[in-house]
Structure formats: C-alpha cells, structure tokens
C-alpha cells in the first residue's frame, strides 16, 4: 500500500513561469490536504479537497494560486506567475473518508526553487 | 485562534540521554495532537497521534502526554540514539478537518 505520492520531488522555475505540483493520496483516502514550509518557517495549511470539492482553502494566497482534486486522477496545486516569495517545500497529506482518528498522512514534499 | 509553541527550538544531547520536548497550544478545544519527525530535506513521519479525551500515547521509547487544561504536550524519548537526531513537530488539530496547526519545531542533535 504506497504512501502519499508527490511528484515532482524538486522542481526549478524562474519568475513569471507556473509550476504544477501533484499529490496522489493513499489508497482509499478521499481527503487531501496541502501545507507549504517557507524556508526558516513552520508548516502551514493552505488547503483542504475532496473529489471534485474544495472544503476549506483559508490558506491559500488570494492571488496565482489554485488547487483541484478531480474525479480521476491526482490533486494539483497550481501556482501561476511564481516569484521568488513562492519557493518553499509544498507538503501534501491524505486521510480516509470519515476518519475517526483525524490522523494526516504525508507525502516527500515538493521543493520549489524560483530563480 | 489557536497558536502552537515548541521550545526548545535546538537540542543537542549526548547518546543515551532521556529527554523531553515540549509543545503548548493557546486553545485546549482541540480535536487531537499529533508529533511527527521530519528528516532534512524530507517529509513528514508520524509518530504519535494522541485524542482529546486521551493523556498518553506509547510507542517503543517514545511517550507523548497532553494535558487539555494547561494546553501543553511533552514528547519523552528515552535512551536517545544518533538516528534520533531530526527535527520534531507537534501539530494541534481543532477540529476533525485534518486543519493542523505545527509549531515551528524542535531540532534535535543526539551527539555519539
């Protein structure tokens, strides 16, 4: 049963490009959470997904950022015209339709580098 | 809103050394504590996921407490090693959202 699946690992973009960062959650997980590290900072919740639905995004930038977790497929974290401010590890956890723990499971990370 | 401290914010301890590290949160209506263990550069394990209505959890060396009322967990390691030597994260969760708020963490050198 694999973990939480993140990919890219590392990713390198300059100003003005977008970066995609995708989250496979566990298997029979439905729920997906990203959290983003900024460097010398603590954790921080950006967003919460079901399929098809965003529940909770009070983290999230107002501006360039967007998430999704479709029917198929992966959940993407979207950041369009990245600046330096944005480089940081995004985290991606999951968790299982009504949990009765509340217990987050998370991914590698994704390391965002904006030159 | 709720806050989550961890001090101190560097450990470094000589092999098999029993420590503590403590985590406080300003809001006891929590859901549940977790603390987790990141690695550099990698992400995050968990180690121990404690409940609201619970005061301990145990886990090989590990022992994490939690104390609602004065809104405060301990992480004990007992006989630390060199491979305990990462950062330690303690995470409160308000509600059954996954909504976690860390503290910044505590860095922990166990020296050989």
């Known amino acids: 049963n694999a973990g939480v699946m993140q990919n890219p690992r590392h990713l390198v973009r300059r100003r003005g490009q977008e970066a995609r960062l995708r989250c496979s959650p566990m298997k029979g997980h439905s729920h997906v959470y990203w959290y983003r590290q900024l460097p010398e900072e603590g954790l921080k919740f950006m967003v919460y997904?079901?399929?098809?639905?965003?529940?909770?995004e009070s983290g999230m930038p107002k501006e360039r950022f967007s998430a999704e977790f479709p029917k198929e497929g992966p959940s993407i974290l979207r950041i369009q015209q990245v600046v330096r401010g944005d480089s940081a590890a995004y985290f991606c956890?999951?968790?299982?339709?009504?949990?009765?723990?509340?217990?987050?499971?998370f991914g590698e990370g994704s390391r965002l580098t904006v030159l | 809103k709720q806050e989550v401290t961890q001090i101190p914010a560097a450990l470094s301890v000589p092999e098999g050394e029993n420590l503590v590290l403590n985590c406080s949160f300003t809001?006891?209506?929590?859901?549940?504590l977790q603390w987790f263990r990141q690695d550099p550069g990698k992400g995050l394990t968990s180690l121990l996921l404690?409940?609201?209505?619970?005061r301990e959890q145990t886990s090989g060396r590990l022992n994490a407490s939690l104390d609602k009322s004065s809104g405060r967990s301990t992480l004990y390691i007992a006989a630390s090693q060199p491979g305990d030597s990462a950062t330690y994260l303690c995470?409160?969760?308000?509600?059954?959202?996954?909504?976690?708020?860390f503290g910044q963490g505590t860095t922990l050198q166990v020296k050989p």
């Open positions: 956890a999951s968790s299982p339709p009504s949990s009765s723990t509340g217990e987050l499971f």
């Open positions: 809001d006891s209506a929590i859901y549940n």
């Open positions: 404690i409940q609201s209505s619970q």
């Open positions: 997904l079901q399929k098809e639905n965003i529940i909770d």
């Open positions: 995470a409160a969760n308000t509600g059954n959202t996954g909504k976690l708020i």
